[in-house]
Antibody, heavy 118, light 110 residues
């Protein structure tokens, strides 16, 4: 059974940092691209970042470019998102997702809540 | 990276059919057959319902179907059931190595 379990969410101050992690199991993690998607309270979904399976190709949404860094450790079946220079508008539930084929996301974690507030 | 346009709400009675639209541009929906649809219940993670415009993952009822014409994609739910009441989001490859989502549609089963 495919499982994606996020952790690392919590309260951060504006300008602060937070590191999210996603533990993957039930599939060959190193063979799949992965993404982070977020959802602000009461709002819609927003794609954040993507990392490919191999020698990583990485993409970011304009809203996080230069502040967030996505990475993966295939040996540990782990995906990470380092979030720096956090802003109020980064407050959201962050989902770890598996990307398949041409940009569809077939498995999602349960999400981890990030709150940016002073 | 503009969001795709969805109606905020849609509704139908049990047994009826409802279609939810998703309008993009010639740079995303209109240029690629990479439209997906996701179902989300309150407080839960989204679930993939349709991918590559018309395909259903294993386990998704065939009451759910997808289509596309020009820059607009649609999700049709036939034979509405109470458990179909949820939020639905479309997404499309954005053409610039990004993924764009619609704003979401709240489907109410009357």
């Amino acid at each position: 059974e495919v499982q994606l379990v996020e952790s690392g969410g919590g309260l951060a101050q504006p300008g602060g940092s937070l590191r999210l992690s996603c533990a993957a199991s039930g599939f060959t993690f190193g063979s799949f691209g992965m993404t982070w998607v977020r959802q602000a309270p009461g709002k819609g979904l927003e794609w954040v970042s993507y990392i490919s399976s191999g020698s990583p190709t990485i993409y970011y949404a304009d809203s996080v470019k230069g502040r967030f860094t996505i990475s993966r450790d295939n040996a540990k079946n782990s995906l990470s998102l380092q979030m720096n220079s956090l802003r109020d508008e980064d407050t959201a539930v962050y989902y770890c997702t598996r990307k398949v084929g041409d940009w569809f996301l077939d498995y999602w974690g349960q999400g981890t809540l990030v709150t940016v507030s002073s | 990276q503009s969001a795709l346009t969805q109606p905020p709400s849609a509704s139908g009675s049990p047994g009826q059919s409802v279609a939810i639209s998703c309008t993009g541009t010639s740079s995303d929906v209109g240029d690629y057959n990479y439209v997906s649809w996701y179902q989300q219940y309150p407080g839960k993670a989204p679930r993939l319902m349709i991918y590559e415009v018309t395909k259903r993952p294993s386990g998704v009822p065939d009451r759910f179907s997808g289509s596309k014409s020009g820059n607009t994609a649609s999700l049709t739910v036939s034979g509405l059931r109470a458990e179909d009441e949820a939020d639905y989001y479309c997404s499309s490859f954005g053409g610039s190595n990004n993924l764009v989502f619609g704003g979401g549609t709240k489907l109410t089963v009357l």
